[in-house]
């Protein structure tokens, strides 16, 4: 997964030659987007549940980042997340983003910024 988007600070930017690459693991399947991060103690990278309008970390054992994007791959909105709590569904939502709570911000995910995913199928 790469990430395109406005700059991370006044005069820094995020280009095709410097984005964020980051390891992803896709959860495609019902099965697969029900189970998400339960019962993990971390995530290594990010979990891209897709489709998927909204999550829960009812259950979880560590915060977490929510990235929900639009069809174009487009960042609606980042929260943070801590253990026992249901989100509020995101209706132009089509894809979420889970990662451990403040990797986001880390690697430049915000709102506006553009989501590439490579090797996918």
Not at 73 to 88: A, D, E, K, Q, Y
Request: proline share 8%; charged share 20%; net charge positive.
């Amino acid at each position: 997964m790469k990430v395109f988007g406005p700059p991370p600070e006044p005069g820094g930017a995020i280009s095709a030659e410097g984005a964020s690459k980051i390891p992803l693991e896709i959860a495609g399947s019902a099965r697969a987007r029900r189970r998400g991060l339960l019962g993990r103690t971390g995530v290594t990278g990010a979990l891209l549940l897709t489709p998927a309008r909204g999550v829960h970390t009812v259950g979880m054992r560590f915060a977490v980042d929510v990235a929900y994007l639009d069809r174009e791959w487009r960042v609606l909105s980042v929260r943070t997340m801590p253990p026992g709590r249901i989100g509020v569904p995101r209706p132009r939502a089509r894809h979420v983003i889970e990662a451990a709570a403040g990797s986001l911000a880390e690697w430049g995910v915000r709102r506006g910024a553009r989501i590439v995913v490579h090797g996918a199928g």
